[in-house]
């Protein structure tokens, strides 16, 4: 009867040890938090903010992707009104707006899941992950500020912000911009390059306000998009700003793509974008 008492008590502290280990959440190497982000980090800091926190959804995000794969005729929008009622949260509606990425996003769900629980138990080493890549992106001359984007420094963070209404989501190859990859044991996830789709979008945050770095928060952005529709030149009238945008620091000038990126871009390697514009807070 001891003996048997021994057996179930050893059996019952296995399994509690088991459970415990399972509750306990995955700390991820530097490795791999460096190879999971360097397919989304140069992108605008809204853009960064809608794909790290619809990780933690990856189920919601799994069943937008098949929403757009069976209604690729929906933009804009319809493809909004469409997904309204449909029981997702609002940040992995917004990424219908985003097609292309959402399906790639989709196309790798293990990446997803890491990136997911990542972000939910490791939340300022992956901000600070962003950052370390933004500045080997800066290092190696793929990212800086255009006509499109503006690339600063905000209090020791660089940020990622549109100048105008429109913003740019596009592809690039994560084994090009950051330099020689230096992690042989971790490598970034392969996406397939996407071509540009025009599409309108608003969003409902303030253009002064951006990406909340030193507090390790994105923010939450909500978007509704319009069709692209493309305007005569003879019927163009300027835009009437009535409030004017105020920015946290003042935006480099644009000085246009660096020879780096216009030989990249002839070869092309990472220069498909598409258009969104944002709206106004």
């Avoid at 397939?192 to 030193?214: E, G, L, M």
């Amino acid at each position: 009867m001891k003996l048997v008492t021994a057996i179930l008590a050893a059996l019952i502290g296995a399994l509690l040890l088991i459970n415990l280990a399972q509750a306990q959440p995955r700390a991820y190497h530097q490795g791999e938090l460096d190879a999971m982000l360097a397919p989304i980090a140069l992108q605008p800091d809204s853009v960064v903010s809608q794909v790290l926190i619809a990780a933690t959804r990856p189920h919601e995000v799994a069943a937008a992707a098949r929403w757009v794969r069976a209604n690729p005729h929906l933009r804009g929008d319809d493809a909004l009104r469409a997904v309204q009622y449909e029981p997702w949260d609002p940040v992995v509606k917004s990424l219908v707006a985003f097609p292309d990425l959402l399906i790639r996003m989709d196309e790798s769900p293990q990446w997803l899941h890491d990136l997911g629980e990542a972000y939910r138990w490791q939340q300022p080493h992956v901000m600070q992950t962003v950052q370390s890549l933004r500045q080997r992106a800066q290092a190696a001359g793929y990212l800086g500020s255009n006509d499109e984007q503006a690339v600063y420094q905000d209090q020791g963070a660089i940020v990622v912000q549109p100048r105008t209404e429109y913003v740019y989501v596009r592809y690039y190859d994560p084994y090009v911009v950051y330099g020689s990859w230096w992690w042989p044991h971790y490598r970034p996830v392969y996406w397939r390059p996407w071509a540009p789709h025009p599409v309108f979008v608003t969003h409902h945050y303030h253009h002064h306000r951006p990406h909340n770095w030193h507090h390790h928060k994105p923010a939450h952005n909500h978007v509704v998009v319009k069709p692209y529709v493309r305007v005569p030149e003879a019927q163009r009238r300027p835009i009437i700003q009535h409030h004017p945008v105020v920015q946290p620091r003042q935006m480099p000038a644009a000085s246009g793509f660096s020879p780096k990126q216009q030989i990249h871009q002839r070869n092309g390697r990472g220069g498909h974008s598409a258009a969104v514009p944002k709206r106004r807070g």
